[in-house]
Nanobody, 126 residues
């Protein structure tokens, strides 16, 4: 059984920074996709960033490129999302997700993920 627990959300003014963390409890054997997704009220869930553990390749949504960085601490089995230059449009519930896979190009697709965290709220005020 794998559990994901997010932390680090909060309220910040535009231009500020936050770092989200996702602790992974349990084992995901082999390669995997690990990602961050977000959903704002009245909007569909969207992929923010993902990483394929097999080779470290990453994906970023166009809206966050250059501002957000996804990383993974192998020793702690923790996934991070460093968010800089935050905008009001970044306000959403952020979810961590993970799934075992050998298909790297599927990592941005939320539908492929087996495990999800409970979410952490990020609110950016103007």
């Amino acid at each position: 059984q794998v559990q994901l627990v997010e932390s680090g959300g909060g309220s910040v003014q535009a231009g500020g920074s936050l770092r989200l963390s996702c602790a992974v409890y349990g084992n995901i054997y082999g390669s995997s996709c690990m990602g961050w997704f977000r959903q704002a009220p009245g909007k569909e869930r969207e992929a923010v960033a993902s990483i394929y553990t097999g080779d470290g390749s990453t994906y970023y949504a166009d809206s966050v490129k250059g501002r957000f960085t996804i990383s993974r601490d192998n020793a702690e089995i923790t996934l991070y999302l460093q968010m800089n230059s935050l905008k009001p449009d970044d306000t959403a519930m952020y979810y961590c997700a993970a799934t075992p896979t050998f298909i790297r190009h599927t990592c941005p697709r939320g539908s492929v993920y087996r495990y999800w965290g409970q979410g952490t709220q990020v609110t950016v005020s103007s």
